[in-house]
């Protein structure tokens, strides 16, 4: 007997490819064009792309999928290249005064808002502590690709977008640490301490931080003596190494997603030939990632089952927005000085422009 994962490979005909590649093609031209209605409308794009999955799914055109394996897989492997996108098309000068108030929202803030919504959803919805918590881990972090996507075209303050930048860039980290942790024990697979897990997910993401600031400091250096003559091939090398560090972190037990960033972040910010055919790449492929991963979520997701958890997600959204969210802002930004006065509208776009060069603060 051949491994069911073997004999679906066996079993998949070039029919099925060719119609895969028809729908495939369809997908992505719709969520290219979807990008332009989402400009005009004011619509998030990813909200477009679980649109799209759900009319592809069950309810819809009844494409069945229902894999949480294979949904993690591709999940894992669209999140590295999106944070690689990320760091290759982030300027250090702009998120370098950041940094701090940015490592500590992705790691207290997120602590903070994991309480607060465990604690609603205990007293809310009566639901068990682990699994409380378990859906405020879940909630807790910002979406990489939504917050990249978002800040390419909306004009923030200066130091606000890079605090934004470095914060969705480093959050993923902890958060699937912290994800993993309670949905093991949830499951009873893990009975350590509470204390032992903070150590564990701490020396996990210094590890990954160690070796993905490594493999970037050593790709550099050997992109500046070994250049392709070919853009393409140098910029297939690049995200070879982004990919390189996210392997070699997760085989080291450590943490896959910030080795995965960090890496990019430093190639991105050496002055490498063929930078912006690079980061051209990256962007592709980062868009792609976001289409497939929103779609996929959108094929996996029920509407009749959603549609019975319809109050408790209103009930944990307002949480999160009005509570959680605040909170932890707040909390973590408190030794640091960021004042709401401080950052006032900008009256055009002229203005915002200019404030994001010279690093002031809109007037």
């Not at 979406?143 to 890079?162: E, Q």
């Amino acid at each position: 007997m051949l491994p069911s994962s073997v004999s679906a490979i066996t079993s998949f005909t070039p029919e099925d490819l060719t119609r895969t590649l028809v729908i495939g093609s369809l997908v992505l031209l719709v969520s290219v064009a979807a990008v332009r209605l989402a400009n005009k409308s004011g619509l998030p794009t990813l909200l477009l792309y679980l649109g799209i999955g759900l009319i592809l799914g069950e309810a819809g055109l009844g494409i069945q999928f229902s894999d949480p394996r294979l949904t993690q897989v591709f999940g894992y492997s669209a999140l590295a290249l999106i944070l690689a996108e990320g760091g290759l098309t982030t300027s250090w000068s702009s998120i370098r005064r950041s940094v701090a108030p940015a490592a500590v929202l992705s790691t207290v803030g997120v602590l903070v808002s994991v309480a607060v919504v465990g604690v609603a959803a205990h007293y809310l919805l009566d639901l068990n502590w682990q699994v409380a918590f378990l859906l405020g881990a879940i909630t807790s972090s910002t979406d990489a690709a939504a917050v990249f996507s978002v800040l390419r075209r909306v004009p923030l303050p200066h130091r606000l977008t890079g605090v934004l930048e470095a914060e969705s860039g480093f959050n993923d980290a902890p958060v699937v640490l912290i994800v993993v942790a309670l949905a093991e024990g949830a499951a009873h697979r893990n009975e350590s301490p509470w204390w032992l897990v903070v150590i564990e997910a701490s020396l996990e993401l210094v590890g990954g931080a160690a070796i993905g600031l490594a493999i970037g400091w050593a790709g550099s250096w050997i992109a500046h003596r070994v250049t392709p003559t070919s853009s393409a091939l140098f910029s297939l090398a690049i995200l070879s190494l982004t990919v390189l560090a996210y392997g070699v972190a997760d085989l080291a037990h450590t943490s896959g997603f910030i080795a995965a960033y960090l890496c990019a972040l430093v190639i991105g910010n050496q002055r490498l030939p063929h930078r912006q055919a690079t980061r051209s790449f990256a962007q592709a492929l980062g868009w792609l990632a976001q289409i497939g991963l929103f779609v996929m979520l959108g094929l996996l997701a029920s509407p009749k089952r959603l549609m019975d958890q319809l109050v408790p997600a209103i009930v944990i959204g307002v949480v999160l927005l009005l509570l959680a969210r605040p909170l932890s802002v707040l909390v973590s930004l408190a030794p640091f000085r960021f004042t709401p006065a401080k950052w006032r509208s900008c009256p055009g776009r002229v203005c915002a422009v200019r404030c994001r060069s010279c690093s002031r603060p809109f007037r």
